[in-house]
């Protein structure tokens, strides 16, 4: 599937570039957007793209028993926020219909990195014929790729798409294989049953001699640590401080897997230069008194346990902290993030559609969804409007230095422990592919070797 925009995965550097649009303008301090698309865009089935199709889609989101956890994503959009709390129609929403092939948009305040946000999947246009019980038919879809026959047990393949409105894609067929156990794709690969396995562990890839065909490179996902506020501990400045305190990062970069850097800053690399390293505080540990055993806990994989229990011994070592580290499925320990977090400290990680230092700032804002900490801070709030409306390069790249000082040193609301990798393998003797900063795939790029 395309959207209106999406990043040039040609590029090293996170630019969005136009998609689905043939041209766009902005007015009023980027408040007022319009979009015109392309003519010349097809469905698989024949039929033409049409603004229409993407008003359906934001409505769609936007409307409250469609139940996406990517709502909030479209609040930006004036009156998005009341119309999926059922406070106003449909009609007072930001969005009109222009003519076929165009229509605006109005936000709620100025975003001059509106086009960023509609390079995410979210955003992407549907078609109300092909919704059947709220679900949507998927043999139906737009892009360079349509379905030529589905496996459910095991694979999915598609074939070019014959009337593409773009650049067409070198190689004609892809087949996607799901697979359990991440030995498995690397035996597959191995045996020259795939040609590609993404996220494979280093060391499998090493044990197979596969290493002539893995590639990596950094991305703008981070790996961290942050307090439960509510409550003692967590509500402790000095308490959060000796926390920080106590991680070693040259012992994480050990523990790293081939996904992961150990990481001090919040904002990545790709994403801004940060100038307010994570600085050492005076604080003496040895002044820290909690009674009882405090709760460190996180979704369950074989890579969150070993963190956690690495740092809960660090913790009782460096610090006297008696810690339990409890490992809960992802559904469950997220429902208990949002509805009762009783949790002292816990991990989480952030890859946001957003390529932007706001989509990490905005983390800890009094009112986005997650925020789980229970941080409430009107200044704070007022420093990450103000960096999201600064058209000045300069005073903007300031605020998000002064935000980023605030998260780690001021306050310490999040101890960052690692940003991620993109890795995967690809048989280089037949094909070549770039890794790109966001992580993204897109096959149409592959070059045939």
Known sequence: MEGLFSYDLNSSKIEVTPQLVKSYSHKNKYKEWTFTLKENVYWSDGQNLIAQHFIDAWQRLLT??????????????????NFYLKKSEASSLGLK???????????????????????????????????????????VILGP????????????????????????????????????????????????????????????????????????????????????????????????????????????????????????NFYPSSIFKSTSLNKKSSHKSSSLKINGKIVIASNNNEFNSLILSHLSHEFNKKLSLKSEVQLLPGKLYFSSLKENNNFDIFRLSWTPALTTAYAYAQLFTSDFPNNFTGYKNKQYDNLVQSALTEEN?????DIYSKIENHILNKEVLAIPLFTTRHSFLIRKDKFSLKAHPTERIDFINVKVN
């Open 64 to 81: 409250e028993s469609t139940a996406s956890p990517h709502a909030h994503r479209l609040f930006t959009i004036k009156n998005a926020k």
């Open 393 to 397: 390069d300069t005073r903007k790249n």
């Open 145 to 264: 790729y349509q379905i030529d026959k589905k496996n459910e047990s095991s694979s999915t393949c598609l074939t070019a798409t014959p009337n593409y409105h773009a650049k067409k894609p070198q190689i004609k067929n892809v087949c996607f294989t799901w697979l359990d156990k991440p030995s498995t794709a690397l035996q597959l690969f191995k045996s020259g049953q795939l040609d590609f396995v993404r996220s494979p562990l280093l060391t499998g890839v090493q044990s197979k001699n596969l290493m002539k065909h893995y590639n990596s490179s950094p991305s703008h996902g981070i790996y961290f640590l942050t307090f439960n506020l509510n409550k003692a501990p967590g509500n402790s400045l000095p308490f959060r401080k000796a926390v920080k305190e106590s991680v070693d990062y040259k012992k994480l970069s050990i523990l790293a897997e081939s996904n992961y850097d150990a990481f001090q």
């Open 97 to 139: 219909i222009i003519s076929k092939y165009s229509f605006s948009v109005e936000l709620e305040q100025s975003s001059p990195h509106f086009p960023k946000l509609l390079t995410g999947f979210f955003t992407f246009p549907i078609r109300k014929d092909l919704l059947k019980n709220n679900s949507l038919n998927t043999n």
